[in-house]
């Protein structure tokens, strides 16, 4: 009797790869009973044909002494058929699919936890902007950027109107660069504070009744900052605000820019 059959080494490991190499690669192997000739090449291929054909070639009266060549042609052909798979082979590639499945839902596990984890990242870093909030809650724009009249050029920021002692909040994250009075803003702005952001970009609060924080402090979106008065150059209680782009120095007031936009991009409409 002879027996061919695929011998799939390595189908135990959940591996795709190792399946696809297994598979590609067979290992045939041949039983061959000891009273039993070891078989020709066409004999082997011959024993790949399904009985039924094999039968039917048989049983043609012309052809009952011997397959001709194009009978054996024509059977090869039917075996060659989709339904004349070896069961082994269809083995095989059914476990192969099987791994590559278990891959493929292994990938898309892997995908879902990393955006879980984009996710979950996202959350964090918005959670440390805090909320964004608008420096005063509630005021009357007095002055906006540009605008020309009772300052030297123009007007370098926008003036939140509210009666000293109003509450001034960060509108998002950054870091205190300067808290008090002095320094390169110190001969108009009367107590300030600056503040640097994550981009570069610094924020600076002038004419402070007090001041709530200390430089080096890390402040989130609505952190309270101090309130507002009419320190320095003032002609009434108001928060003087000025948005600098990075790199420039707070208190060089013609490179300030105008705070709209950077409020905007905050979703703060003032
Ligand atoms: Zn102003």
Same mark, same amino acid.
């Given at each position: ?7 799939? %080494? ?9 399946? +696809? ?5 067979? /290992?045939?192997? /041949? *039983?061959? *009973? ?7 090449? &066409? ?8 009985? %039924? ?17 194009? $009978? ?21 590639? *059914? ?36 909320? %964004? ?86 402040? /989130? ?9 009419? /320190?320095?150059? %003032? &002609? ?20 300030? $820019?105008?705070? +709209? ?10």
């Amino acid at each position: 009797m002879l027996g061919l059959g695929v011998a799939a %080494s390595g189908l135990s490991t959940s591996s795709a790869q190792d399946l +696809q190499a297994a598979v590609s690669s067979p /290992t045939v192997v /041949t *039983t061959v *009973t000891p009273d039993v000739k070891q078989p020709s090449a &066409f004999q082997r291929d011959a024993s790949t044909i399904s009985r %039924s054909s094999f039968r039917a070639a048989l049983t043609t009266p012309s052809e009952a002494d011997g397959l001709a060549p194009s $009978t054996l042609a024509q059977a090869a052909e039917v075996a060659a058929e989709p339904g004349e798979v070896d069961p082994q082979a269809a083995k095989a590639r *059914t476990a192969l699919l099987k791994a590559e499945n278990a891959a493929a839902d292994k990938r898309s596990e892997k995908l879902e936890k990393k955006r879980a984890a984009a996710k979950k990242k996202a959350e964090a870093a918005k959670r440390a902007l805090g909320k %964004s909030t608008m420096p005063v809650k509630h005021y009357s724009i007095a002055a906006r950027f540009g605008d020309v009249g009772a300052w030297a050029r123009y007007h370098t920021g926008f003036d939140f109107s509210a009666p000293v002692g109003t509450t001034i909040y960060a509108p998002t994250a950054g870091v205190v660069e300067h808290a008090g009075s002095g320094g390169e803003a110190g001969g108009w702005a009367g107590n300030y504070v600056v503040l640097k952001h994550a981009d570069g970009t610094q924020t600076l609060y002038a004419h402070m009744s007090s001041i709530s924080v200390k430089a080096g402090e890390r402040v /989130t979106g609505s952190t309270k900052l101090g309130h507002v008065g009419m /320190t320095g150059r %003032s &002609f009434g209680p108001h928060l003087h605000f000025e948005v600098y782009p990075a790199g420039t120095t707070p208190g060089d007031v013609y490179k300030a $820019t105008n705070p +709209q936009p950077w409020l905007n991009k905050l979703g703060l409409k003032p």
